[in-house]
């Protein structure tokens, strides 16, 4: 409340004085109002930084009530050296216009705020004190903050899209020289048939410019008898890699390779690969050619010795010794041989030509394992076998004769060869669904796993079947297998090492 010390001059002026005085106490509470209610933390600090007033809002900012703060120091709460500089600066410089200070409210984290301080004069111009407000930026500089890291981290990422943009330009720009220098050709086509890409080798097999030719489909393509001969094989459902040898032309066989390109479950084209076999190609008709001349040459003079051997052997060029009888029984024994040998390469080398013939006619398959098992009666004994050959009745098929006797002779053979005396062997012949089946059971030696995949690959021999049995060429087979399979069938095998082993084949029965 405002004091009042004038003395009473007259009524009017009294009257006059009260309605001031009335005045001025509004206008007191209409202040006192107006710094109660103030949003914004506010204080009024004496000379000597001692807080003297403060509105709740600064009692809310600081977490100390007015009884609490009133009477000390701004240190409290901004610490000596910011407390004394606020005050120097004040009182020295003039006002402070939102500098930011580290406010350390009563038992509360920091804030930051920025502060505002106005000198407050006598009537004579001296300081006398400064009022004191504060604005709370703690959450626009936490905002600030995490906006300034989001930004940071944004810059980093472009950065980082930036460089792997450059690697994986870098990438592909590899990836196109490999391609470009490949030694093999590659074409791309995607899902619609519409090629997307070749490499200069390709133009180089196909005798073509690609530009013109991407974007076109294997159909629009199949005018030039190179691409013709790929129409089939992407026209076919591939589901991962196809491999197959075509001949373009006469100077030209390649090996191609179509591979389903697909992105996680979704099939997005094909990938061929055609890699030049040409000269191995050239080589192998060569080595073919040269193993049917030596086989065929060979084949002859050992006709005659046979033939001579025989004569000699029956006593049509006189009588001989038992001594010589056994010599010329053993130079008989090996040119049988080194003539089945002959004829396994001969036929090898038709098989490889394509000239492997077949003569159809109604065969008897039982006849001829009876007529085996006769044959190879002497063997049996000697090794003391125990054969066993249980038959269905089948239908009289029509097969060529000789070609399935060198077969079943072939699995009878080795199922013979690799029992170790006293073994069994179990022969079945019979009906399956729509086929005749035949199988050939030991208890022999049986193939190793490791072996097992190239069993019937040319001139392969196990090693197991090596140590018991040195003589053989690992064609028989071979040669089978390609019997079987000319004839529509199909042939498989089941062993185990040191147990035995069961050869199948399978026929079909056709109308
Ligand atoms: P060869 O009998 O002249 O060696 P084959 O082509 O008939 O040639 O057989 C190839 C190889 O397969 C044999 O050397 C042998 O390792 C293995 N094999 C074939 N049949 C049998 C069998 N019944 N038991 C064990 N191994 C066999």
């Given at each position: 409340?405002?004091?009042?010390?004038?003395?009473?001059?007259?009524?009017?002026?009294?009257?006059?004085?009260?309605?001031?005085?009335?005045?001025?106490?509004?206008?007191?509470?209409?202040?006192?109002?107006l710094?109660?209610?103030?949003?914004?933390?506010?204080?009024?600090?004496?000379?000597?930084?001692?807080?003297?007033?403060?509105?709740?809002?600064?009692?809310?900012?600081?977490n100390?009530?007015?009884?609490?703060?009133?009477?000390?120091?701004?240190?409290?709460?901004?610490?000596?050296?910011?407390?004394?500089?606020?005050?120097?600066?004040?009182v020295?410089?003039?006002?402070?216009l939102?500098?930011?200070?580290?406010?350390?409210?009563?038992?509360?984290?920091p804030?930051?705020?920025?502060?505002?301080t106005k000198?407050?004069e006598?009537?004579?111009?001296?300081?006398?004190?400064?009022?004191?407000?504060?604005?709370?930026?703690?959450?626009?500089?936490?905002?600030?903050?995490?906006?300034?890291?989001t930004?940071?981290?944004?810059?980093?990422?472009?950065?980082?899209?930036?460089?792997a943009?450059?690697?994986?330009?870098?990438?592909?720009?590899?990836?196109?020289?490999?391609?470009?220098?490949?030694?093999?050709?590659?074409?791309?086509?995607?899902?619609?048939?519409?090629?997307?890409?070749?490499?200069?080798?390709?133009?180089?097999?196909?005798?073509?410019?690609?530009?013109?030719?991407?974007?076109?489909?294997?159909?629009?393509?199949?005018?030039?008898?190179?691409?013709?001969?790929?129409?089939?094989?992407?026209?076919?459902?591939?589901?991962?890699?196809?491999?197959?040898?075509?001949?373009?032309?006469?100077n030209?066989?390649?090996?191609?390779?179509?591979v389903?390109?697909?992105?996680?479950?979704?099939?997005t084209?094909?990938?061929?690969?055609?890699?030049?076999?040409?000269?191995?190609?050239?080589?192998?008709?060569?080595?073919?050619?040269?193993?049917?001349?030596s086989?065929?040459?060979?084949?002859?003079?050992?006709?005659?010795?046979?033939?001579?051997?025989?004569?000699?052997?029956?006593?049509?060029l006189?009588?001989?010794?038992?001594?010589q009888?056994?010599?010329?029984?053993?130079?008989?024994?090996?040119?049988e041989?080194?003539?089945?040998?002959?004829?396994?390469?001969l036929?090898?080398?038709?098989?490889?030509?394509?000239?492997?013939?077949?003569?159809?006619?109604?065969?008897?398959?039982?006849?001829?394992?009876?007529?085996?098992?006769?044959?190879?009666?002497?063997?049996?004994?000697?090794?003391?076998?125990?054969?066993?050959?249980?038959?269905?009745?089948?239908?009289?098929?029509?097969?060529?004769?000789e070609?399935?006797?060198?077969?079943?002779?072939?699995?009878?053979?080795?199922?013979?060869?690799?029992?170790?005396?006293?073994?069994?062997?179990?022969?079945?012949?019979?009906?399956?669904?729509?086929?005749?089946?035949?199988?050939?059971?030991?208890?022999?030696?049986?193939?190793?796993?490791?072996?097992?995949?190239?069993?019937?690959?040319?001139?392969?021999?196990?090693?197991?079947?090596?140590?018991?049995?040195?003589?053989?060429?690992?064609?028989?087979?071979?040669?089978?297998?390609?019997?079987?399979?000319?004839?529509?069938?199909?042939?498989?095998?089941?062993?185990?090492?040191?147990?035995?082993?069961?050869?199948?084949?399978?026929?079909?029965?056709?109308?």
């Open positions: 409340m405002v004091k009042n010390s004038l003395k009473r001059e007259n009524p009017d002026q009294e009257r006059k004085i009260a309605v001031l005085l009335e005045d001025l106490s509004l206008l007191e509470d209409y202040v006192h109002d710094f109660t209610f103030y949003p914004l933390p506010v204080c009024f600090v004496s000379l000597s930084g001692i807080i003297l007033e403060l509105n709740p809002a600064f009692e809310e900012i600081s100390f009530s007015s009884q609490e703060i009133i009477g000390e120091k701004i240190s409290k709460i901004f610490g000596k050296k910011e407390g004394n500089e606020i005050i120097r600066k004040t020295l410089e003039g006002p402070i939102g500098e930011e200070k580290t406010l350390f409210p009563n038992q509360k984290p804030l930051i705020v920025q502060i505002f000198p407050r006598d009537e004579e111009g001296r300081v006398i004190g400064f009022f004191l407000g504060l604005f709370d930026v703690t959450k626009i500089k936490i905002t600030e903050e995490t906006l300034k890291k930004q940071n981290k944004l810059l980093q990422f472009l950065e980082d899209l930036e460089i943009r450059k690697r994986a330009e870098e990438e592909k720009e590899k990836t196109f020289d490999i391609i470009n220098n490949f030694a093999d050709g590659i074409l791309v086509f995607d899902e619609e048939k519409r090629l997307t890409l070749l490499n200069p080798k390709v133009e180089e097999f196909f005798r073509c410019r690609g530009q013109g030719l991407i974007g076109k489909t294997i159909w629009e393509l199949s005018s030039s008898p190179y691409f013709s001969s790929l129409v089939d094989l992407l026209g076919r459902e591939i589901r991962e890699v196809s491999r197959e040898e075509l001949s373009f032309g006469e030209l066989v390649l090996e191609v390779i179509s389903a390109l697909k992105s996680g479950n979704k099939k084209g094909n990938l061929i690969i055609l890699h030049d076999v040409t000269r191995e190609k050239t080589v192998e008709k060569l080595k073919t050619e040269f193993v049917s001349l086989a065929h040459q060979l084949r002859t003079p050992l006709s005659a010795i046979k033939w001579t051997l025989k004569m000699l052997l029956e006593g049509d006189g009588e001989i010794t038992p001594e009888r056994e010599y010329l029984e053993k130079i008989y024994q090996s040119n041989r080194m003539i089945n040998l002959i004829n396994d390469l036929n090898v080398t038709r098989i490889e030509e394509g000239r492997y013939i077949f003569t159809l006619s109604p065969t008897d398959l039982e006849k001829i394992v009876e007529n085996f098992l006769v044959f190879y009666k002497d063997e049996i004994k000697k090794k003391n076998l125990s054969v066993d050959f249980s038959k269905e009745k089948i239908p009289v098929l029509n097969l060529d004769q070609k399935i006797s060198l077969a079943i002779q072939n699995l009878l053979e080795n199922a013979i060869k690799y029992t170790l005396p006293g073994g069994k062997i179990k022969i079945f012949l019979g009906q399956k669904e729509g086929n005749v089946f035949f199988s050939v059971q030991d208890s022999g030696i049986g193939i190793p796993e490791s072996q097992k995949e190239r069993i019937f690959t040319k001139f392969f021999r196990g090693a197991n079947a090596i140590r018991i049995e040195t003589e053989g060429s690992g064609l028989g087979l071979f040669i089978t297998k390609n019997i079987i399979e000319a004839h529509g069938g199909k042939i498989w095998f089941e062993s185990k090492e040191g147990k035995g082993s069961t050869f199948y084949f399978t026929l079909p029965i056709k109308p």
